[in-house]
């Protein structure tokens, strides 16, 4: 199991481009959930998803953010007409579908808007 | 409204000395707490988690409900210990992260 595996690792967007991140969550884990980290803040909770569902998505801005998770494939986080605020570490992780269970976490997309 | 407070960025202590990584929170509710810690170049990784109650890699933490706390301790840190700290509330489906604490240890 290789683990939450996301893409790319960094990301050099110019403003007013569309960021695509992606995140293929660990083998038998449904659920996913996308994080941001922005420069000395912590980690905050963007989207939870679950196969073709949006569960928790209070912590997305509300303007050109999007988030999915299809039958197949990977679950996309996208960002239209970035701006330089956008730039920050995102995170994926996944859990299976079993209450109080794990998070694992993905290495990260590092986006830079120049 | 739910929030999680690390006051210290970083904490430099010498190899054998105790540590002691503070975490402070705010839940209307029985928490969930959590001390995640991420390692130079690798991912963010589960440390440890109240309700199990166990010591990983010498590290316990103890839910202290009276003052809202979850301190991280160790008697004795290491040189691998060096790494990020984030302490982390589970709010209904979500984690509710800390801003981190940098722990070196120095030789």
């Known amino acids: 199991n290789a683990g939450v595996m996301q893409n790319p690792r960094h990301l050099v967007r110019r403003r007013g481009q569309e960021a695509r991140l992606r995140c293929s969550p660990m083998k038998g884990h449904s659920h996913v959930y996308w994080y941001r980290q922005l420069p000395e803040e912590g980690l905050k909770f963007m989207v939870y998803?679950?196969?073709?569902?949006?569960?928790?998505e209070s912590g997305m801005p509300k303007e050109r953010f999007s988030a999915e998770f299809p039958k197949e494939g990977p679950s996309i986080l996208r960002i239209q007409q970035v701006v330089r605020g956008d730039s920050a570490a995102y995170f994926c992780?996944?859990?299976?579908?079993?209450?109080?269970?794990?998070?694992?976490f993905g290495q990260g997309t590092r986006l830079t808007v120049v | 409204a739910q929030r999680v407070t690390q006051p210290e960025k970083l904490l430099s202590v010498f190899k054998g000395a105790p540590v002691e990584l503070k975490c402070n929170y705010s839940?209307?509710?029985?928490?969930?707490l959590f001390w995640y810690v991420q390692y130079s170049r690798q991912r963010l990784q589960l440390l440890l988690r109240?309700?199990s109650r166990e010591s990983i890699k010498g590290f316990t933490a103890d839910l202290n409900k009276g003052e809202t706390s979850f301190h991280l301790k160790k008697p004795f840190a290491q040189e691998e210990d060096s790494a990020m700290y984030y302490c982390?509330?589970?709010?209904?489906?979500?984690?509710?992260f800390g801003t981190g604490t940098r722990l070196q240890v120095f030789p």
């Open positions: 998803l679950q196969k073709e569902n949006i569960i928790d």
């Open positions: 992780a996944s859990s299976p579908p079993r209450p109080g269970a794990e998070a694992f």
């Open positions: 839940y209307s509710g029985s928490p969930e």
């Open positions: 982390a509330l589970c709010d209904t489906d979500k984690l509710i």
């Open positions: 109240h309700i």
